[in-house]
């Protein structure tokens, strides 16, 4: 099943080939990110879901057809023209040694400086709001290096924040976060978009990405199997086809989105006993 997205659309992969040096990923890829939405991708490891986020933010160049960013080529664009129009939050960063959190955070800055146009009270204010909304303002003099790896997450996020673009591609946001802080930060995600940002983020929880994206982008193989609604995405018969789990989809108590519950072994049975280790494997 197929469904198509809007036809108004921002960011698009148009019958890309897409990959790392000499091996391909994807294969006449196309996807369109519909506007203002919270677009969710999902699969199972080494699907292809960074690699396409990776593709639409012009970190890996397609080997044919091409990415569009407001109907143009992505690569026709100045890299501070991007960075203007699209914050990238990549799935591992790393800070320069010995910098602050508020200076790396600052660093989001970058795309809005120029010869002419220095720090401004605008740039100190976004600052002060990223890190206010990823709950960072008590460790902005701490150094990076010194924090666990929840709190750099945060303040990556921030810095991503602090760019202000009207795009946003986050690859596994939610990555060292405790269940609590991924729960704060998609909340704020949720907040931006319905400010009217456009994200896209990958995720590997399936019913966090039903609860809170509005369109879900599902693949396998290094192709989209079904694109659509969370209704339309998670059902029974693809989170199989997708995943290989056999699961049941109950409504979400809270949100009424689909929830996944995986059926598990029926260990009721007698003939489905657990697997007997030799008892040398059971010593320790």
Not at 262 to 282: K, M, N, Q, T, Y
Request: aromatic share 4%; charged share 20%.
């Amino acid at each position: 099943m197929t469904v198509s997205p809007p036809e108004s659309t921002a960011l698009q992969i148009v019958d890309a080939t897409i990959g790392y040096d000499r091996k391909t990923i994807s294969e006449a890829l196309s996807v369109a990110i519909p506007d203002e939405s919270f677009t969710v991708i999902v699969g199972p490891n080494a699907c292809g879901k960074s690699t396409l986020l990776r593709a639409l933010s012009r970190l890996i160049r397609p080997t044919a057809g091409e990415v569009l960013l407001d109907g143009k080529n992505i690569a026709t664009y100045k890299a501070k023209a991007v960075a203007r129009k699209l914050g990238l939050l990549p799935q591992s960063s790393i800070a320069p040694e010995g910098i602050t959190v508020a200076d790396l955070i600052a660093r989001g800055r970058y795309p809005h400086q120029g010869l002419i146009r220095q720090w401004t009270d605008a740039d100190e204010y976004a600052v002060i709001q990223a890190m206010n909304a990823t709950g960072v303002t008590e460790l902005s003099t701490r150094l990076v290096d010194e924090l666990s790896g929840g709190q750099k997450q945060r303040v990556w996020v921030a810095m991503v924040l602090a760019q202000e673009t009207p795009l946003l591609l986050l690859d596994e946001p939610t990555t060292y976060l405790d269940i609590a802080h991924q729960i704060d930060l998609l909340e704020l995600f949720t907040d931006l978009h319905l400010a009217g940002n456009t994200l896209v983020a990958v995720l590997h929880d399936l019913n966090q990405a039903a609860r809170y994206g509005t369109h879900l982008i599902a693949m396998k193989d290094g192709a989209v199997v079904t694109q659509g609604t969370p209704e339309e995405v998670v059902t029974a018969e693809i989170v199989e086809e997708v995943f290989g789990l056999a699961c049941i989809v109950v409504p979400d108590p809270v949100t009424g989105s689909p929830t996944v519950v995986p059926l598990g072994r029926d260990r009721s049975r007698p003939d489905r006993e657990a697997p007997r280790l030799p008892l040398d494997a059971r010593s320790f």
